[in-house]
């Protein structure tokens, strides 16, 4: 019997989904350069915006806690695939960004597929998580959590078209935003 929420935290099987997507999205930009961690920070000022976007951020790794799942299923194993897949993502997308040229936009590794493989990785990461724990409100969050993606990637782009010019405009022809 699935339920869709459980307020009994899980410790051997969700909250290390959580402490591990946690501590990866918060010390792995440590280790990007000052001068390409300003390029990465800078984000839209909308500040009602990112407040529901880091609160929905919080929000999905609150409900990794409290799961209620059975190990042996093929949903966990597939979601635990997911999961992983967009951990390799997220941390191979912000290895190709640290290394990149401050002066020039990112278009190698995983930039080449997507212009935004981190907001997709968060997407597979909290997506797959979500069929790990089986919870429906917690893949209900991460489509949502994609689509405020989704928008914000969008006005990163116009501050990217002001910062590079035709070679960003270029970048934005060749390869798609989302997967």
């Known amino acids: 019997m699935t339920y869709i929420l459980n307020f009994k935290p899980y410790f051997t099987g969700g909250i290390w989904l959580a402490v591990i997507f946690f501590v990866i999205s918060s010390v792995l930009p440590l280790f990007i350069p000052k001068y390409n961690l300003v390029k990465f920070i800078k984000v839209p000022d909308n500040k009602k915006f990112n407040l529901i976007y880091t609160t929905l951020f919080y929000l999905q790794i609150i409900f990794l806690i409290f799961p209620s799942f059975s190990i042996h299923t093929y949903m966990f194993y597939g979601g ?3 999961y992983f897949a967009g951990i390799v993502l997220y941390t ?17 590794g995983p930039y080449k597929l997507s212009r935004h493989p981190v907001y997709f990785s968060f ?23 994609y689509f405020l993606g ?3 990637a969008k006005r990163e782009e116009a501050q990217c078209i002001d910062l590079y010019g035709d070679t960003y405009v ?3 022809k060749k390869v798609p935003p989302f997967p």
């Open 80 to 82: 635990l695939t997911l």
């Open 92 to 108: 191979a997308s912000l290895f190709v960004f640290a290394i990149s040229e401050y002066d020039k936009p990112v278009c190698n």
């Open 123 to 145: 997407f597979i990461i909290i997506f797959g998580a979500s069929l790990a724990v089986s919870n429906i409100i917690l893949s209900i969050l991460s489509v949502i959590f």
């Open 150 to 152: 989704r928008r914000r």
């Open 170 to 172: 270029n970048y934005l």
